[in-house]
């Protein structure tokens, strides 16, 4: 128990660690309003970029010194591509607290968002925000990818 415990953290602590990472990017330039799709694609290609990039570092010093490799690329390396997979697990519930909720105007943002999700991303939507009232009767939907309601929720 104490176990999944430290790697929920763990994985909290990276997802969190994701968000920060790309949220300075995107500080940088003033875009409008992402989608979730264009959210989670954004946030996908962000983490495989930074996979690249220490692939390449990697590559260099193997060209240059051989075999001796610096632990601390390749350790970056690790976590980088587990960012990877967090990213491409990341659910529209993360999308309205990780990325929406911390828009200048949160009401002009839900307001753009609004026609552009899918059946499938209101329906997650609709079972996140439901699951928050009754956790006990209702789970919510992992991905809006998957589709299907689960079982219970109809």
């Known amino acids: 128990m104490r176990k999944l415990y430290v790697s ?15 949220a300075s990017a995107q ?7 992402q989608s979730y799709r264009e959210w989670k694609n954004t946030m996908v290609g962000a983490a495989e970029s930074r996979v690249q990039k220490i692939k390449l570092s990697l590559e260099k010093q193997r060209q240059l010194a051989g075999s001796n490799l610096d ?7 690790s976590k980088e591509q587990l960012q990877i997979t ?12 990780g990325y929406l909720n911390k828009q200048n105007n949160l009401q002009m943002a839900i307001n753009s968002v609004a026609g552009k ?4 991303e209101v329906a997650e939507l609709m079972s996140a925000y439901a699951y928050n009232f009754n956790k006990i009767q209702i ?5 809006a990818s998957e589709g299907a309601p689960k079982p219970g929720l109809e």
């Open 8 to 22: 929920g953290i763990c994985t909290l602590a990276l997802t969190a660690l994701l968000f920060c990472s790309v």
């Open 27 to 33: 500080g940088q330039t003033k875009s409008p309003v």
């Open 139 to 143: 789970q919510p939907l992992k991905s």
């Open 117 to 120: 999700l899918s059946s499938e």
């Open 71 to 77: 632990p601390n690329l390749k350790n970056q390396l």
């Open 86 to 97: 967090i990213a491409g697990e990341l659910t529209i519930s993360d999308y309205f607290a």
